[in-house]
């Protein structure tokens, strides 16, 4: 039996009006590019791993002179997970809004960061790579458009067996109509005009099936999108840009993401 607190709980989580979105920038003395990095960390959509995936990704892409924003986006709460309830202004399209609204601001304030407007990147990993890659599919073709996206070890189908229902559920909620998950399963909905992809996982990967991935490169090799995919035997997963997190193997994707980057900005 649910004790009267308890409903009270559950009714102010249904009902709470969530924050608006939270962008903390990390900016290198020099950034000879010009390049800028929107960081999404991490979290099946119901919380965000702000250490790991997100303050640690930035330092690294600052130490590396490029400047770097971690975006706290909208997402269901611990709450939510908990109850199993959705709350609201947290679930789609609440992060894309956010992310769409971190693109135009981080590029408004292009002169002050020291980086150039049309340089603007995405890095997301988990279910931040859902949400960088759903951006670069929405936007694409338009002023807010990004410049790369950096979907790590993403979650990218919403229907597919390989599907990572918890993810779902932190987007979606608790039931949502078939029609939305197709619109949100990322391999199904590639523009042939999709800024550049960088692509990576693990094959063991405890969370996220690594077929993912295999389904977002596909259907970039089929669009003809240009894209680099680094594909792991071990890494497992949420390690972001931590090296005692991971493998050797894994990390190197640290190197690989700086040569692309270079190559990119050419």
């Given at each position: 039996?649910i ?12 009902t ?7 962008l903390?920038?990390?900016?290198p003395?020099e950034?000879?590019?010009g ?10 959509y119901f919380?965000?791993?702000?250490a ?12 590396n002179g ?27 399209p ?8 971190a693109?135009d ?19 997301g990993?988990s ?7 759903h951006a670069a599919?929405?936007?694409a ?7 790369f ?9 919403m229907t597919h067996p ?8 932190g ?7 078939q029609?939305l998950?197709d ?7 590639v523009?042939s ?14 969370i996220?099936h690594?077929?993912?991935?295999e389904?977002?490169d596909?259907a ?15 890494g ?11 493998t ?7 190197e690989r993401f700086l ?7 050419k």
């Amino acid at each position: 039996m649910i004790s009267r607190f308890h409903t009270i709980l559950l009714v102010l989580l249904m009902t709470v009006n969530v924050q608006a979105y939270k962008l903390t920038a990390y900016i290198p003395q020099e950034n000879p590019t010009g390049t800028g990095v929107i960081v999404c960390p991490g979290g099946s959509y119901f919380w965000l791993d702000k250490a790991t995936e997100g303050k640690g990704v930035a330092e690294w892409l600052c130490q590396n002179g490029i400047a770097a924003f971690v975006l706290e986006y909208s997402h269901g709460g611990w709450g939510a997970f908990a109850f199993h309830v959705r709350t609201k202004g947290r679930s789609f399209p609440a992060g894309f809004n956010d992310l769409h609204a971190a693109l135009d601001s981080v590029r408004s304030r292009a002169q002050e960061y020291g980086i150039r407007e049309d340089r603007v990147g995405c890095m997301g990993f988990s279910a931040g790579g859902h949400l960088v890659m759903h951006a670069a599919e929405q936007l694409a073709g338009t002023p807010s458009s990004p410049f790369f996206v950096a979907p790590m070890y993403p979650v990218v189908s919403m229907t597919h067996p390989c599907t990572h229902k918890r993810s779902r559920r932190g987007l979606l909620g608790e039931t949502s109509s078939q029609a939305l998950k197709d619109s949100l399963s990322l391999e199904n909905h590639v523009p042939s005009n999709c800024p550049p992809v960088f692509l990576m996982n693990c094959n063991d990967d405890p969370i996220v099936h690594y077929h993912n991935a295999e389904l977002l490169d596909s259907a970039l090799t089929v669009r003809q999108v240009p894209h680099h995919y680094e594909h792991y035997q071990t890494g497992g997963h949420g390690f972001g840009a931590t090296a005692e997190k991971t493998t050797e193997e894994a990390i190197q994707w640290k190197e690989r993401f700086l040569a692309w980057l270079k190559e990119l900005v050419k």
